[in-house]
């Protein structure tokens, strides 16, 4: 029997990476397309890398037609809510329209799968506290979050009419590295915490700003969901095959159900024999209290569940960045 061919949109980036080395470790075939704007070639490592811009439909539909593409996973998006908000038209040009033309191309080819990076920034300043469930209000307060509702609302509009079958996965904080596969955080800027944590224990002239002091947590700094780069590969692995064996669209939100804040993670990499250097800055416009999710619909229906832990998160972030 032949081998299941995966084209997966934003492959040499962060999370579109492991999850291609799991995809392959699980014997399918993979196919990477990036534009390589944030994606590196050297991350590609698991099967051949079309160089193409998502906006362009018709070479979609030739990289599909020329690999006889069976699914896509689709990562390629922009994705920091700062630039976002300074330059709105470049998200909704990149990730809107560019999801409609992947989309566009697929329906071209009668490829009807995908599974779809998406994000708990969906759901806006949740309330108050609460574990995040899914079907809580999705109410985006910046523009990135808000192309990605638009895009599951796509989805589901398609899948109405019978012409897609898709997952929409929505991330809470991806973090850590894979050392054996050698790809990790490779952001430029870096604007996540954990890697800017670990800059500040080796770089003197790097200090780390923690955002406010005052929120209303335990011990007055941000609580935020850190889940595994690796555990979120294994639950696009097992969306996708629920998706072949159910035939159910669907959604769920991807995180460990256990929050921690900024000042415990800085704590756990003084565990690790790191000392980060930070300085606490004025809390920003937006930045909820306490984003963690409610994981039980995943559980339950995907049989998946996180399973490295913050300890191991943050050596694989720090043995990553020690290679960089």
């Known amino acids: 029997m032949s081998r299941k061919k995966i084209l997966v949109t934003g492959g040499a980036g962060y999370v579109g990476s492991h999850t291609c080395n799991l995809l392959s470790q699980n014997g399918f075939e993979v196919i990477v397309y990036?534009?390589?704007?944030?994606?590196?070639?050297?991350?590609?490592?698991?099967?051949?890398?079309?160089?193409?811009?998502?906006?362009?439909?018709?070479?979609?539909?030739?990289?599909i037609r020329k690999y006889d593409i069976d699914a896509v996973f689709h990562f390629a998006a922009k994705a920091y809510v700062g630039e976002s908000v300074q330059d709105p038209f470049k998200y909704y040009k990149n990730n809107i329209v560019g999801t409609s033309s992947l989309l566009e191309a697929m329906h071209l080819n009668n490829v009807k799968d995908i599974i779809f990076s998406s994000t708990c920034a969906t759901y806006g300043i949740p309330p108050k506290n609460q574990l995040i469930k899914e079907e809580m209000c999705q109410n985006p307060i910046n523009p990135y979050g808000f192309t990605k509702l638009v895009i599951e609302k796509m989805l589901h509009d398609i899948s109405i009419i019978g012409k897609i079958r898709y997952i929409a996965l929505r991330y809470f904080n991806a973090s850590g590295a894979s050392i054996q596969a050698n790809i990790g955080e490779k952001h430029n800027p870096e604007t996540h915490l954990i890697p800017l944590a670990i800059q500040s224990h080796y770089d003197e002239n790097f200090t780390l700003q923690v955002y406010g002091d005052d929120y209303d947590t335990p011990d007055g700094s941000a609580v935020r969901d850190y889940i595994h780069v690796d555990d979120l590969a294994d639950a696009h692995l097992?969306?996708?095959?629920?998706?072949?064996?159910?035939?159910?669209?669907?959604?769920?939100?991807?995180?460990?159900?256990?929050?921690?804040?900024?000042?415990?993670?800085?704590?756990?990499?003084?565990?690790?024999?790191?000392?980060?250097?930070?300085?606490?800055?004025?809390?920003?416009?937006?930045?909820?209290?306490?984003?963690?999710?409610?994981?039980?619909?995943?559980?339950?229906?995907?049989?998946?569940?996180?399973?490295?832990?913050?300890?191991?998160?943050?050596?694989?972030?720090?043995?990553?960045?020690?290679?960089?």
């Open 34 to 63: 990036d534009n390589l704007s944030t994606g590196h070639k050297e991350f590609v490592k698991w099967g051949p890398l079309e160089i193409g811009d998502l906006l362009d439909t018709n070479n979609l539909s030739d990289v």
């Open 238 to 324: 097992k969306a996708y095959r629920y998706l072949e064996s159910s035939n159910q669209s669907d959604k769920f939100n991807l995180g460990t159900g256990q929050g921690m804040s900024v000042l415990e993670i800085l704590k756990a990499l003084r565990e690790l024999d790191l000392n980060p250097k930070f300085r606490i800055s004025s809390r920003r416009e937006g930045d909820p209290d306490f984003l963690v999710a409610d994981n039980g619909k995943a559980q339950r229906i995907l049989g998946w569940h996180a399973k490295k832990s913050i300890k191991e998160i943050l050596s694989s972030a720090n043995e990553w960045y020690k290679k960089l």
